[in-house]
């Protein structure tokens, strides 16, 4: 897969596959193309070059189709993109309701399943502007699982929060690694990637220059761009 903005190549050569039940980490310094091939997966970006598969389906570029192909892949974004205006339950059922046709009891039954999940049952009728960060992205993670998707996308779901309730959201994400979600998580969150995840993917300018065993990647990478990196950040 390739993707460009104008002429500046984002994406270069991608050949990335995950699998069923797999939790992988997408790391890099900013700007080395991870949030653009999170947004390209989805379709939030169109892709200059190549395919997208999900359960071997090849993913449109547009339609009804696409809309299908894209509710079974969910997506958490860094600045947690909840509707102001309605409130926390009225978040989580908005999908379910339009795109799977769901009744508003049954869809009112499971948000507040999914809102007693991550630990908001008592927000359910709370503004986000009446939460705090971590509750708004918990919020917006159970909005993403409402939809029964096969994946989950997270785009640096983290690093629009405080430190002190950083881990309310990285505690949810866990769980759901536990119970066997397929996640691709693009973070800066380490101790994450290393910890709860499968597989690291190591991404620079645009490439994928190293993946593997979180353990190995972290105490002995074999490219020299995977060093340099890990030695910037793991110093402090």
Same mark, same amino acid.
């Given at each position: 897969?390739?993707?460009? &903005?104008?002429?500046?190549?984002?994406?270069?050569?991608?050949?990335?596959?995950?699998?069923?039940?797999?939790?992988?980490?997408?790391?890099?310094?900013?700007?080395?193309?991870?949030?653009?091939?999170?947004?390209?997966?989805?379709?939030?970006?169109?892709?200059?070059?190549?395919?997208?598969?999900?359960?071997?389906?090849?993913?449109?570029?547009?339609?009804?189709?696409?809309?299908?192909? !894209?509710?079974?892949?969910?997506?958490?974004?860094?600045? &947690?993109?909840?509707?102001?205006?309605?409130?926390?339950?009225?978040?989580?059922?908005?999908? *379910?309701?339009?795109?799977?046709?769901?009744?508003?009891?049954?869809?009112?039954?499971?948000?507040?399943?999914?809102?007693?999940?991550?630990?908001?049952?008592?927000?359910?009728?709370?503004? *986000?502007?009446?939460?705090?960060?971590?509750?708004?992205?918990?919020?917006?993670?159970?909005?993403?699982?409402?939809?029964? *998707?096969?994946?989950?996308?997270?785009?640096?779901?983290?690093?629009?929060?405080?430190?002190?309730?950083?881990?309310?959201?990285?505690?949810?994400?866990?769980?759901?690694?536990?119970?066997?979600?397929?996640?691709?998580?693009?973070?800066?969150?380490?101790? &994450?990637?290393?910890?709860?995840?499968? !597989?690291?993917?190591?991404?620079?300018?645009?490439?994928?220059?190293?993946?593997?065993?979180?353990?190995?990647? &972290?105490?002995?990478?074999?490219?020299?761009?995977?060093?340099?990196?890990?030695?910037?950040?793991?110093?402090?």
């Amino acid at each position: 897969m390739d993707k460009f &903005f104008g002429d500046f190549q984002a994406l270069k050569n991608i050949d990335l596959d995950i699998h069923r039940g797999e939790v992988v980490a997408l790391i890099g310094a900013s700007g080395s193309g991870k949030s653009t091939l999170c947004r390209c997966l989805n379709r939030l970006e169109t892709i200059t070059a190549g395919e997208i598969t999900i359960d071997g389906e090849l993913l449109p570029e547009e339609g009804k189709e696409l809309t299908r192909l !894209r509710a079974d892949v969910g997506m958490v974004f860094q600045s &947690f993109n909840l509707f102001p205006h309605l409130k926390a339950i009225d978040n989580v059922t908005l999908g *379910p309701r339009k795109v799977r046709g769901v009744s508003k009891a049954e869809a009112d039954q499971q948000a507040m399943e999914l809102l007693e999940r991550v630990g908001l049952s008592d927000k359910a009728n709370s503004l *986000p502007t009446a939460l705090s960060g971590g509750q708004q992205q918990r919020v917006a993670i159970a909005r993403a699982l409402a939809m029964k *998707p096969k994946a989950l996308l997270f785009d640096e779901p983290t690093s629009a929060l405080d430190p002190e309730v950083i881990n309310e959201v990285l505690d949810v994400m866990t769980e759901l690694a536990e119970q066997g979600m397929t996640m691709l998580v693009v973070t800066h969150e380490m101790g &994450f990637a290393r910890h709860v995840c499968d !597989r690291v993917v190591y991404m620079d300018q645009g490439e994928i220059v190293e993946q593997g065993d979180p353990e190995e990647f &972290f105490t002995a990478p074999r490219s020299e761009r995977a060093k340099a990196f890990l030695s910037k950040i793991l110093a402090h």
